[in-house]
């Protein structure tokens, strides 16, 4: 059973198209999150959601918009898609222990922009 | 901004030698989780320290983090060619997120 489920594993389009990426977890967490990957493997937070409920957009360009139709789904759609956006694109969900979070990572998305 | 600090960048070690990963924060560390990512696949939730003075194992690896709590190590023990990988320092910033270092690239040679 896969806790933070990601599709497509893989993405290759063109620029100017319009691409979603799903994501699913089945731990019962509360929060839900985007983090972006580049080329050099600088991972960095995109959004956050708690309960549907967006918490955190990390000065993302508006192409990028996440949507949330209950808390164990975030997906991520992006319009107009650039060269600079190719990059792994992971899903993760916590859920509070004790004070602290613990963050449970999917598999990532390859997106390839040509 | 928190920011965080990995040394070495990359490192290439020979199977069965021993090997320190270092991890420093510009910042207080209220929270220092390590991660392991292999080519192609998610992270892998390796340790979570929040005390100053904390060391945690499990199997051949050691995490600490430091009294002052502004740098973590992770030390392998006997590497195998399983360890290879980018290791990962992610610190708690508050309201839920997480700020990763920028990586270390471990490599094993038989």
């Known amino acids: 059973d896969t806790a933070v489920s990601q599709t497509p594993k893989y993405l290759v389009t063109q620029m100017g198209n319009d691409k979603s990426i799903k994501c699913e977890q089945n731990?019962?967490?509360?929060?839900m999150y985007w983090y972006k990957q580049d080329s050099k493997k600088f991972l960095k937070i995109m959004f956050s959601y708690n309960n549907k409920e967006l918490i955190i957009n990390e000065t993302v360009p508006n192409r990028f918009s996440p949507k949330s139709p209950d808390k164990a789904h975030l997906n991520l759609h992006i319009n107009s898609l650039e060269l600079g956006d190719s990059a792994v694109y992971f899903c993760?969900?916590?859920?509070?222990?004790?004070?602290?979070?613990?963050?449970?990572f999917g598999s990532g998305t390859r997106l390839t922009v040509v | 901004s928190q920011e965080l600090e990995q040394s070495p960048q990359s490192l290439i070690v020979q199977e069965g030698k021993n090997l320190t990963i270092n991890c420093t924060s510009s910042k207080t560390l209220y929270g220092l989780y390590w991660y392991k990512q292999k080519y192609g696949e998610g992270l892998i939730f390796l340790m979570m320290l929040q005390k100053g003075g904390e060391e945690k194992s499990h199997e051949k690896i050691t995490a600490k983090l430091d009294e002052k709590k502004q740098q973590s190590s992770l030390h392998i023990t006997a590497s195998q060619p399983s360890h290879a990988g980018i290791y990962l320092c992610?610190?708690?910033?508050?309201?839920?997120?997480?700020?990763f270092g920028q990586g270390t690239r471990l490599t094993i040679n038989p």
């Open positions: 993760a969900s916590s859920q509070v222990w004790g004070g602290n979070y613990g963050y449970t």
């Open positions: 992610g610190a708690d910033q508050g309201a839920q997120k997480l700020v």
């Open positions: 731990l019962g967490h509360d929060t």
